[in-house]
């Protein structure tokens, strides 16, 4: 006699030799529909509820809304998606007062699309709305069998006039790697951005009431430092003003000046062994560190160079990749200058110290009769007497203070408006990110640190706007109040401005 089994998942606790065929064949299909037909049921009823009574609606995902139409195209971007039944019509439309144009409109009638990316271009020719406000509407459907919808609203300006800028100061002349000063007048102020371009470089210009209060009540009148670069070239690049306003409308204007070649002198410069072996080689180690960190990628590992050969190669990596990278780097720290005047009245050099290395030299390097290439020197090299102190050419916050590469420890200062003083080479730092410091101020002591084989030195440098200029100018009392204290009253006198005295003048 059998054994009874025990319960099986369709079947009974009877001995399967006791079952009929009939009954087993039923147990069998209705198995069949229960495993076949109860998942296809489901995905009916998901398929029903997406395409018939799915209520959520598509998504509008705008990350940078468009400003305004103006002389040229006006471009944006967004996203739609619909995760459910997918996206069946995107409308774009401007709207302004009772007239309202159609910009855009894509319909998917194809397979279900569940996300899109749309690209916008208006331009004056092909959407000539009026000046003024403009509304855009954008609005997409789903595919459910009761459609879901999505706007968005979008207010912006259309402007088709471009400020208009006019320079105020006549002259300026300068020299390659030289500062120059000019004022000019906006006549529309609001949300405009101005300044200078100088060949590929371009400068921001800044409300004249920032630099002297008797401005505050031109708010139309402006002015821009502005470096002459060292690779200026004379036929090629131009000197220019410009201003673009809010919905990108674009004017420039020339201005009047006169750049001079100060021909500056080109220095042999021959390498020690022991300086290659010795600090070379620990520079190009941080440079590896540096390098890995800045373009996000493996550190190199660097090894000592056993030859001549090897030596230059690896001098040439430090004194021109390393520089060119840390360039990039302090780009951040000249890009967020402080927007009032820090400073007070003329610069000062720094206290017994000897200038042994000039400004915008053409420094060439040779080991044993190879070349090690050359560079153009960015500032000057200042041996100081025994005992002295780097001190702050002018008040001003310091915003960096720290290891920086060929730079060795360096202190940089901000003095208002772009400009800057930069102090390297330095055995210690006295100061801190942050500190105000104020002319003659002690900031650290001169050292041998960086690319440097001099002792007790500080390398200086004046920088505008993150490019290197002539450190004697701002040191030459008279350059200060010919081009800078001199034409700001100057530029009073030509708007017909009441001007002030100088306190000195006036017996105070």
């Known amino acids: 006699m059998e054994k009874e089994r025990p319960f099986s998942s369709f079947g009974s606790a009877l001995p399967r030799s006791n079952r009929s065929p009939v009954r087993k064949f039923f147990t069998y299909v209705g198995a069949f529909i229960l495993f076949a037909v109860v998942p296809l049921a489901f995905v009916g009823w998901r398929e029903l509820w997406v395409n018939l009574l799915e209520r959520d609606r598509p998504e509008i995902i705008l990350e940078k809304p468009p400003v305004g139409l103006g002389l040229e195209p006006l471009r944006f971007s967004f996203d739609v998606a619909d995760s459910g039944s997918g996206i069946d019509e995107v409308i774009v439309r401007g709207v302004q007062g009772s007239e309202v144009r159609e910009i855009f409109r894509r319909d998917y009638d194809g397979p279900k699309v569940n996300r899109d990316t749309i690209n916008i271009e208006m331009s004056k020719d092909d959407h000539p709305f009026d000046e003024g406000d403009l509304t855009i509407t954008i609005v997409t459907f789903d595919r459910a069998f009761f459609p879901n919808v999505r706007q968005v609203s979008i207010e912006v300006e259309v402007d088709y006039g471009p400020p208009e800028i006019e320079v105020i100061t006549t002259q300026h002349n300068a020299v390659l790697g030289g500062s120059q000063m000019v004022f000019y007048r906006l006549k529309e102020v609001n949300d405009v951005f101005s300044g200078i371009t100088v060949g590929q470089y371009l400068f921001p210009g800044f409300p004249a009431k920032a630099l002297d209060e008797d401005y505050e009540s031109r708010p139309d009148v402006y002015f821009a430092f502005f470096p002459i670069p060292l690779n200026f070239v004379q036929d090629k690049d131009k000197i220019r003003l410009f201003a673009r306003d809010r919905v990108g409308n674009f004017t420039s204007a020339p201005i009047h000046y006169r750049v001079r070649d100060p021909n500056y002198p080109e220095r042999p ?18 440079y590896s560190e540096f390098d890995a ?92 007497g025994r005992g002295a102190k780097a001190t702050a050419v002018n008040d001003g916050i310091v915003v960096y203070s720290g290891e920086m590469g060929p730079f060795g420890k360096t202190v940089i200062i901000d003095h208002g408006f772009g400009l800057y003083s930069l102090y390297g080479f330095l055995s210690s730092s006295d100061v801190s990110e942050g500190d105000k410091v104020l002319k003659s101020e002690a900031i650290g002591s001169p050292g041998s640190t960086g690319l440097n084989d001099l002792v007790n030195s500080v390398h200086f440098e004046m920088r505008l706007h993150g490019l290197p200029v002539r450190p004697v100018e701002w040191w030459d009392s008279q350059w200060v109040r010919d081009h800078i204290t001199n034409r700001i009253q100057d530029t009073k006198k030509i708007l017909g401005m009441r001007t002030r005295l100088p306190l000195e003048k006036r017996g105070l």
């Open 269 to 286: 410069i021959a390498l020690k062994t022991e300086f290659l072996e010795g600090t070379v080689y620990e520079l190009a180690k941080k």
């Open 293 to 384: 960190k800045m373009n996000l990628k493996q550190e190199e590992e660097v090894a000592q160079p056993n030859s001549p050969e090897e030596m230059v190669k690896q001098f040439i990596s430090v004194n021109e990749g390393y520089r060119n990278l840390l360039e990039t780097s302090m780009k951040e720290i000249f890009g967020r200058p402080k927007i009032r005047k820090l400073w007070d009245g003329s610069f000062v050099r720094l206290p017994d110290s000897r200038e042994v290395a000039q400004f915008g030299e053409k420094r060439r390097y040779f080991y044993q009769g190879l070349d090690a290439g050359s560079v153009v020197s960015s500032g000057v090299d200042l041996l100081m």
